[in-house]
């Protein structure tokens, strides 16, 4: 399988992001439905591209990212989640998301730091929530059944959203 360490590492950081999505907004059925199908583009794109060309194409179209895309809250939530996620599955991105947010986006201070205030979670170098450390250490590799179950679970996910957006 092409790109098989960037699929593994997609795969569980789709999973501490919806870990991370149920903690700190439960009760907000419509970011967890949106958070489902959290960089499932990446997933198939690597299947074809390089992982550069993927990941300027992810970057380029998901609103979750700093683009030119018109935001809704619910995209801004998810890139606060994918920023907090990435310290529990990326080794190479320590930063909590307050921290990646003065590091790399303070010109969204306004927007961001509300979210991160009715997280609980508006200070610099906070240590890992013990539960979600936990719960991401337990994901492992994945198997390629894993991430073929993934892909197809996202592509229903997708479908059911496309049918009930009209």
């Known amino acids: 399988m092409r790109n098989r360490e960037y699929i593994d590492y997609t795969y569980k950081h789709r999973k501490v992001v919806m870990l991370l999505a149920e903690k700190y907004f439960g009760g907000n059925e419509a970011l967890l439905a949106q958070v489902e199908l959290h960089d499932l ?37 998810e890139m606060v989640l994918d920023w907090e996620s990435a310290r529990y599955t ?12 003065y590091a790399y986006y303070p010109e969204m201070e306004d927007v961001i730091l509300p979210i991160l205030q009715d997280m609980g979670i508006a200070e610099a170098n906070t240590p890992m929530e013990e539960d979600i450390f936990k719960a991401a250490q337990e994901i492992g590799e994945p198997t390629t059944a894993d991430i073929e179950k993934e892909l197809t679970k996202g592509v229903k996910v997708y479908l059911k959203t496309k049918r009930t957006d009209k």
Not at 42 to 57: G, I
Not at 90 to 101: E, G, H, I, R
């Open 41 to 77: 583009d990446k997933l198939f794109m690597y299947l074809f591209y390089d992982k550069k060309v993927a990941s300027k194409l992810h970057r380029e179209q998901n609103a979750h990212h700093a683009n030119d895309i018109e935001k809704t809250d619910l995209d801004y939530m």
């Open 90 to 101: 990326k080794p190479d991105k320590p930063l909590n998301a307050f921290d990646t947010l």
